[in-house]
């Protein structure tokens, strides 16, 4: 994973020139049961734009569970899908979206992507089935991976250099903030929705600590358990 950057709960490839996140799950807040709003326009949009201005991809793609409703489209949706666009656009960015199990409704917004193959023929899809196709590498959401590290719940990244169909995996944290986590430590593949996940033994943690901007990598699950 040399030739990836971290950041924020997504991924930048280099030689793609594409920065990678999935699992905004918009119309989260609006479908709480909350009585005051969560911040989930505000919070996307300027994490959004702050990843825009540090990588300024060519290519944006979010990689499915775009939003969050399967029965209907809140207006507050509308407007934070609008917002992403516009930033997008701004940043000079291609946004290419791939369709989550829960974007049942995202095609009412924009063209969608079953998977999306990048220029460096790593292939991102969501995680929920299996796609069509070989490649290098993959990159999918789905299962919202978080480690406890010292009692502490952190959101993290799981890579496997061949661990689908022999090709490199990386399984990316939900870009959400109002999604807990799946806690990986002791769980194993079978714990797993994605199909694209048969074991987490080889699968290699990586958390970000964005106060610092330090990015940590740690052994493969198989070892690291010991450790935890």
Do not use: W
């Amino acid at each position: 994973m040399a030739d990836v950057e971290f950041a924020d709960r997504a991924a930048y490839l280099p030689s793609a020139d594409a920065l990678v996140l999935a699992d905004l799950h918009i119309g989260r807040d609006a479908t709480s049961n909350v009585s005051l709003p969560l911040g989930e326009r505000r919070d996307l949009t300027a994490r959004f734009e702050s990843l825009l201005d540090r990588f300024s991809p060519t290519e944006l793609i979010l990689a499915g569970d775009v939003l969050h409703a399967f029965d209907r489209l809140p207006e507050e949706v509308h407007d934070t899908f609008a917002d992403i666009q516009a930033l997008a656009a701004d940043a000079g960015a291609t946004l290419v979206v791939v369709r989550g199990n829960h974007d049942t409704r995202l095609d009412e917004l924009t063209d969608t992507h079953a998977a999306y193959r990048l220029a460096d023929d790593t292939l991102v899809c969501h995680g929920h089935e299996e796609p069509k196709g070989n490649a290098p590498r993959y990159v999918i959401g789905h299962d919202h991976p978080a480690i406890e590290i010292e009692g502490k719940r952190r959101p993290c990244y799981l890579h496997g250099p061949s661990a689908y169909r022999n090709s490199e995996l990386l399984v990316l944290p939900a870009f959400t903030c109002l999604a807990s986590g799946m806690v990986v430590n002791d769980l194993r593949g079978s714990g797993f929705q994605s199909p694209l996940v048969t074991s987490t033994d080889p699968l290699c943690p990586i958390v970000r600590d964005e106060e610092a901007d330090e990015t940590y990598r740690f052994p493969p699950l198989a070892e690291f358990r010991a450790l935890l």
